[in-house]
């Protein structure tokens, strides 16, 4: 069985890859992005945290939080999600994968994969590379030819603020990726 270790930093900023569960290709469609977006919002009244980024794709999601000084319960908010959104979404017609007779015993339901992936953010240019990285993923699975070109991603939010130049990422591969590894986060 895999030994799965979480890194908890009090008051850490952490990057996140949660995935549908078969890589099922519904997460862009209305519904999901309506009954997400819900229970963000409700996770956030609840437990306060920041989204820095976030991009969804059809069959995943990235995105980078930072958590309010003291509080390092990232796993809660990401479980709290997680089953609300599940509950929500079987509830409005939505579909799940088939699962194991035991996993369904033990509650799971078959639309998200049971964990999800986490780096703790660890200095101001690891912050930069996965903050790229979240907005030029649609790019790099061929979903559109530029970021700004992705509807559901926090790239227009930060190319209005200026921090993005409305054109970066059309041409060519952002310098700060060269050195990440990208396959870690699938």
Known sequence: MADYRRWFVP???FFFTVVTRG???WLCSEPARRILSACLREAKAAWPFHIDAIVLLPDNLHAIWSLPPGDDAYSARWAWIKKEFTKRWLA???KERAI???R???GDRGVWQPRFWEHT????ADFDRHFDYVHYNPVKHGLAKSPIDWPWSSFHRWAAAGVYDANWGRSAIPDTLSDLDA????
């Open 11 to 13: 008051g850490g900023t």
């Open 104 to 106: 369904r015993q033990r």
């Open 23 to 25: 890589r099922a290709r």
């Open 121 to 124: 953010i660890e200095n101001d």
């Open 183 to 186: 396959t870690a986060m699938e």
């Open 92 to 94: 409005a017609g939505g």
């Open 100 to 102: 194991s007779e035991k």
